[in-house]
C-alpha cells in the first residue's frame, strides 16, 4: 500500500501462474503461509482439477494433482504449472499479515512465472481529487482524450424509489489487456455491505487499473526492477492513456489544457510505457508450434490416408510461395546457428 496526495493505492487483484515448482515451495515458500492452513475444495478451476483455499481469506490456488491424495509433497502437472489467485477481498486479507510486494518480489526472481492479472486500485474517500460526478460529467461531456477508443457506464438502481445501488465507468474493453474502472465505492459497500452504513465514508469514489498478460508482466517489472511506488506506477498509467480537459475554443482538443483536478493527480510524474517488444519466432518456435497445435490433425490425414504424403508435398509447395519476412528471417538465423559436423 502506498499513498499520494492523501489518496490511498493499493493491490487489488493478483493472479499468477509459477512453473518447474512444487506445491510445497508455492504455498510455504512464496506466499509464506502454512499448509495446514488451506482446505481443499470440491472441484478445480480454470481447467485445473483440483483447488485449495485459504482458510483466512480469498487466496486459491489451483493445480492438477498426480495421484489422487492432496498434500503438501503431492506431485502436479508440470506443464500447466500452479496457478494462484488472489481476488480484490484475499488481497485485504493476505496484507493485513503479509506483504503482496514482497510475494512480487519473490515471484519476481523466479525463472519461470507468469502473471495474468494485476490489478491496482487508488480510493478517495473524500471525492477530493477523484470525484465521480465530476468525472462522469466530463466524459458525458467529451471532455477528455483517450488512447482508449470506448468508454461505458453501468448503473444500477432500487426499483421502488429510483435511487443508485451502483455506479461505474469503464474507460477501453473489460476484454482487453489493460482498462480503467472508476465507480462509486460508497454506494457499492453499501449495497454489499452488512456493516453500519454510517461507518462507509459518504463520498468514497475508487479509480482501478487492471493489467492482464503482458501488461501485468510489466508492471510487475515497473514495481520490483524499477523500484517504482504502487501509485507511481498506476498514475504513470493514466497519464500515457487517458486525459480530463478543461474545455477551450481551440477545435484541436489535443491542445486544451488538462483539468486542474487530473493535473492534480498526475503531477510529478512521467508516462509509463506498458508495452514489451515481442521476440521474432525461431523456426525452434514454429517446430514447437507445430508440435503442439497440428502435429494431431496431421497425424490423423496420414493415418486416414495409409501413409500417403502427397497432400502433405503440396501444402508445403504452396506454403513456400507465401512466405513473409519474418520467416525468411527465421530461416537466415537458423542456418547462421546450425554447426555441422
Not at 510455504?28 to 481443499?40: E, M, R, T
Not at 490433425?297 to 501444402?315: F, P, V, Y
Request: include cysteine; proline fraction near 3%; charged fraction near 25%.
Amino acid at each position: 500500500m502506498s499513498s499520494y496526495q492523501g489518496l490511498e493505492v493499493i493491490i487489488d487483484w493478483l493472479e499468477f501462474t509459477v512453473l518447474d515448482t512444487t506445491l510445497k515451495d508455492v504455498i510455504d515458500k512464496f506466499l509464506n503461509i502454512p499448509f495446514a492452513h488451506f482446505s481443499p475444495l470440491a472441484k478445480g478451476r480454470f481447467g485445473y482439477h483440483n483447488q485449495l483455499k485459504w482458510k483466512g481469506g480469498h487466496v486459491y490456488i489451483m493445480f492438477t494433482a498426480i495421484g489422487e491424495e492432496i498434500s503438501e509433497n503431492t506431485r502436479v502437472k508440470q506443464e500447466t504449472g500452479i496457478h494462484v489467485m488472489i481476488t480484490g477481498q484475499g488481497c485485504r486479507q493476505y496484507s493485513s499479515e503479509l506483504s503482496l510486494e514482497t510475494l512480487l518480489r519473490r515471484l519476481s526472481a523466479l525463472p519461470r512465472v507468469n502473471f495474468s492479472r494485476i490489478d491496482l486500485a487508488i480510493d478517495d474517500y473524500e471525492s477530493k481529487i477523484l470525484n465521480y460526478d465530476t468525472i462522469h460529467e466530463a466524459a458525458l461531456a467529451g471532455y477528455f482524450t483517450s488512447r482508449w477508443s470506448k468508454w461505458d457506464e453501468i448503473n444500477s438502481r432500487q426499483t421502488s424509489n429510483g435511487h443508485f445501488l451502483g455506479r461505474t465507468m469503464y474507460f477501453g474493453s473489460q476484454n482487453s489487456d489493460l482498462f480503467c474502472r472508476i465507480y462509486d465505492k460508497s454506494l457499492e459497500r453499501k449495497a454489499k455491505s452488512e456493516e453500519n452504513p454510517e461507518n462507509i465514508p459518504k463520498k468514497w469514489t475508487r479509480l482501478e487499473l487492471v493489467y492482464r498478460k503482458d501488461r501485468a508482466k510489466k508492471v510487475v517489472e515497473h514495481l520490483i526492477k524499477g523500484k517504482k511506488p504502487l501509485g507511481h506506477v498506476l498514475r504513470g498509467t493514466l497519464k500515457q492513456y487517458l486525459r480530463f480537459l478543461k474545455p477551450s475554443t481551440d477545435q484541436n482538443k489535443s491542445r486544451w489544457p488538462s483539468a486542474g483536478w487530473w493535473e492534480l493527480l498526475l503531477s510529478d510524474v512521467e508516462s509509463l510505457q506498458l508495452t514489451i517488444k515481442k521476440e521474432r519466432k525461431s523456426i525452434e518456435d514454429m517446430t514447437a508450434w507445430v508440435d503442439k497445435q497440428i502435429s494431431p490433425t496431421i497425424a490423423a490425414i496420414m493415418k486416414a490416408q495409409e501413409g500417403d504424403m502427397s497432400w502433405l508435398r503440396k501444402i508445403i509447395l504452396k506454403g513456400s510461395t507465401r512466405l513473409t519476412q519474418k520467416h525468411l528471417d527465421a530461416i537466415s538465423m537458423y542456418k547462421g546457428s546450425v554447426v555441422y559436423d
